[in-house]
């Protein structure tokens, strides 16, 4: 019952910039934990930003000063704005929302490529 569909992934060069979208529907998305996951080929998905419902965050060592996610809670919608990408950046990325141990619930994933 409850979606996540993923938008905004592409093909980029080093230096550019992507902003990823997540739409969330059939929760009060407010009372959500919402984070981006990414997957590159052959490797296990890792963890790179987190939101909380006090608008907290969280990034891994590797985006930091490049990454920068925030919610928009009227438009049930959770942003991952992506800056000075770098080929190793390159994966699909997932969105994930957590309300305890209520939902937890996975989006199909949208594919960045960054490449010269």
């Given amino acids: 019952q409850v979606q996540l569909v ?4 592409g093909l980029v060069q080093p230096g550019g910039s992507l ?3 997540c739409v969330a529907s059939g929760s009060v998305f407010r009372l ?3 984070s981006w996951y990414r997957a590159a080929t052959g490797k296990q998905r890792e963890l790179v930003a987190s939101i909380n ?3 907290t965050t ?3 060592d590797s985006v930091k000063g490049r990454f920068t ?6 438009k049930s919608t959770v942003y991952l704005q992506m800056n000075s990408l ?3 950046d390159t994966a699909v990325y997932y969105c ?9 619930e996975w989006g199909q994933g949208t594919q960045v490529t960054v490449s010269s």
């Fill in 96 to 104: 994930h929302l957590r309300r305890g141990t209520i939902l937890n």
């Fill in 58 to 60: 969280n990034y891994a």
């Fill in 53 to 55: 419902t006090a608008h």
């Fill in 19 to 21: 902003r990823l979208s």
């Fill in 32 to 34: 959500n934990v919402m």
């Fill in 86 to 88: 770098k080929p190793e």
């Fill in 6 to 9: 993923e938008s905004g992934g």
């Fill in 69 to 74: 996610i925030s919610r928009d809670n009227a």
